[in-house]
């Protein structure tokens, strides 16, 4: 989980560097083969003509995959109306809501569209609709609009409320952090927004320049904005699975009033029990998203998943990816930012059907006991290895329970536990230790 303010601060120190192209973005290079050594993380080089991603174990082949059309592109209303229809399975009335919304989700005045969120924005109203046209501002109201769309179609499918939880940070900037807790379906349920500003930390700044940034700042200082939506959800029946996204945009301006500005984020599922179906349904939304943009982000977005959400001292993924990117700054500051609102508008339609699909199913108290258990794997990946918490918690001003929002209600620690041979426990390990193409 990266959580904002954790996010904000630091979404950008994840692997990668800068990402460019000179009119359209390319990758090329991917490897075809899904690799299993995760120990060194993948690195991404930059060709005047395209993309280069070396993913560890790679031998460098060019990926193969089919072009889907069309785009899983839902808002939760669509989704919702479509889950009315009776006598058609979840995943077709996804598909379904899907169809019906390719409104530009820009369209309406600011003020007018503001009034379905679960907060007032962080920034004032009116400095958003005087920055109408800035993508700094196309992306808050992106992000609110996420969380809004999310939370509703959450308590709609738990019957409960979200507690709005508005803050701000003294350096600059603020967030919304929505938590419904001990619901009837989820046990914790977090979506947070966060807008900060100021000036970066020395640390973030050498950091950032250790991954490529070429950072100028004026008398030593260096100006930015950033935001994003993050979510973690952790149901109570076992058979629901984990999900988690992030959504992100961060700008710095340097010492000649010029600015770097980049996007990050990703969307992944962490089930308890393997379902194939779940898993196909989870990705093949994803994919079309990606699909719409370009061929090969979804291949390439999916193994980068697998590789950062690993833990490592486990010899494991974290649970059965989705896609994860960051530092995307090319060809263009509207096509990427187009991406990443194609991938935030799934968030409702690759995991709320999967939820409504496993509402009623009975489960023993072994399931349970292994949802525990696998919950505390979960925290090992986010407090050990997730940047976004480390650093969160290292930087001033930020808020230390948006970030632990990602941390489960209840968790398990068993010494020395292995699931028996041939049960659906070691069938989940075995799809942990050794990550799947699903679709």
């Given at each position: 989980m990266?959580?904002?303010?954790?996010?904000?601060?630091?979404?950008?120190?994840?692997?990668?560097?800068?990402?460019?192209?000179?009119?359209?973005?390319?990758?090329?290079?991917?490897?075809?083969?899904?690799?299993?050594?995760?120990?060194?993380?993948?690195?991404?080089?930059?060709?005047?003509?395209?993309l280069?991603?070396?993913?560890?174990?790679?031998?460098?082949?060019?990926?193969?995959?089919?072009?889907?059309?069309?785009?899983?592109?839902?808002?939760?209303?669509?989704?919702?109306?479509?889950?009315?229809?009776?006598?058609?399975?979840?995943?077709q009335?996804?598909?379904?809501?899907?169809r019906?919304?390719?409104?530009?989700?820009?369209?309406?005045?600011?003020?007018?569209?503001?009034?379905?969120?679960?907060?007032?924005?962080?920034?004032?109203?009116?400095?958003?609709?005087?920055?109408?046209?800035?993508?700094?501002?196309?992306?808050?109201?992106?992000i609110?609009?996420?969380?809004?769309?999310?939370?509703?179609?959450l308590e709609?499918?738990?019957?409960?409320?979200?507690?709005v939880?508005?803050?701000?940070?003294?350096?600059?900037?603020?967030?919304?952090?929505?938590?419904?807790?001990?619901?009837?379906?989820?046990?914790?349920?977090g979506?947070?927004?966060?807008?900060?500003?100021g000036?970066l930390?020395?640390?973030?700044?050498?950091?950032?320049?250790?991954?490529?940034?070429?950072?100028?700042?004026?008398?030593?200082?260096?100006?930015?904005?950033?935001?994003?939506?993050?979510?973690?959800?952790?149901?109570?029946?076992?058979?629901?699975?984990?999900?988690?996204?992030?959504?992100?945009?961060?700008?710095?301006?340097?010492?000649d009033?010029?600015?770097?500005?980049?996007?990050?984020?990703?969307?992944?599922?962490?089930?308890?029990?393997?379902n194939?179906?779940?898993?196909?349904?989870?990705h093949?939304?994803?994919?079309?998203?990606?699909?719409?943009?370009?061929?090969?982000?979804?291949?390439?977005?999916?193994?980068w998943?697998?590789?950062?959400?690993?833990v490592?001292?486990?010899?494991?993924?974290?649970?059965?990816?989705?896609?994860?990117?960051?530092?995307?700054?090319?060809?263009?500051?509207?096509?990427?930012?187009?991406?990443?609102?194609?991938?935030?508008?799934?968030?409702?339609?690759?995991?709320?059907?999967?939820?409504?699909?496993?509402?009623?199913?009975?489960?023993?108290?072994?399931?349970?006991?292994?949802q525990?258990?696998?919950?505390?794997?979960?925290?090992?990946?986010?407090?050990?290895?997730?940047r976004?918490?480390?650093?969160?918690?290292?930087?001033?001003?930020?808020?230390?329970?948006?970030?632990?929002?990602?941390?489960?209600?209840?968790?398990?620690?068993?010494?020395?536990?292995?699931?028996?041979?041939?049960?659906?426990?070691?069938?989940?390990?075995?799809?942990?230790?050794?990550?799947?193409?699903?679709?």
């Open positions: 990266t959580s904002f303010v954790a996010c904000a601060l630091s979404g950008t120190l994840r692997s990668g560097a800068r990402m460019c192209s000179a009119s359209s973005l390319r990758l090329v290079g991917l490897g075809s083969s899904a690799t299993r050594n995760f120990t060194a993380r993948g690195r991404w080089s930059s060709r005047v003509t395209g280069r991603h070396v993913p560890p174990g790679s031998a460098g082949g060019v990926a193969s995959g089919r072009v889907r059309k069309g785009v899983f592109v839902a808002t939760g209303a669509a989704v919702l109306l479509g889950a009315a229809v009776a006598g058609v399975s979840h995943f009335r996804a598909e379904m809501a899907t019906v919304s390719g409104v530009d989700m820009e369209q309406g005045d600011i003020a007018e569209r503001c009034k379905s969120f679960m907060s007032p924005p962080v920034t004032d109203i009116e400095v958003l609709q005087r920055k109408s046209g800035d993508v700094s501002a196309r992306m808050e109201m992106l609110m609009e996420t969380q809004a769309e999310f939370c509703k179609a709609e499918v738990d019957g409960g409320t979200f507690r939880d508005r803050w701000n940070r003294e350096e600059g900037g603020g967030g919304i952090s929505c938590v419904m807790q001990d619901g009837k379906v989820f046990e914790k349920a979506v947070n927004v966060s807008v900060v500003s000036y930390t020395e640390e973030a700044a050498r950091q950032m320049r250790s991954r490529g940034k070429n950072l100028k700042g004026k008398d030593g200082k260096l100006p930015f904005i950033a935001m994003g939506v993050s979510s973690v959800i952790h149901p109570k029946n076992p058979h629901i699975p984990t999900v988690h996204f992030n959504y992100r945009y961060f700008e710095i301006e340097e010492e009033g010029s600015k770097q500005w980049w996007f990050g984020g990703g969307t992944d599922l962490t089930p308890v029990y393997i194939e179906e779940d898993a196909v349904h989870f093949s939304v994803l994919r079309e998203a990606c699909d719409k943009h370009h061929p090969r982000f979804y291949p390439a977005f999916k193994k998943c697998d590789q950062y959400f690993y490592r001292h486990r010899g494991e993924t974290r649970g059965i990816g989705g896609i994860f990117f960051d530092d995307l700054d090319s060809p263009n500051q509207e096509e990427v930012f187009r991406f990443v609102r194609s991938c935030a508008k799934t968030v409702v339609p690759c995991y709320v059907p999967i939820v409504r699909k496993h509402l009623n199913d009975t489960f023993t108290q072994e399931e349970k006991d292994w525990q258990i696998r919950r505390g794997r979960y925290v090992e990946f986010n407090l050990v290895y997730d976004g918490v480390k650093f969160g918690l290292a930087t001033p001003g930020s808020r230390i329970e948006s970030i632990l929002m990602s941390l489960p209600l209840t968790a398990r620690w068993e010494y020395m536990h292995e699931p028996a041979p041939g049960t659906k426990e070691a069938e989940m390990l075995e799809v942990l230790r050794s990550p799947k193409e699903w679709i």
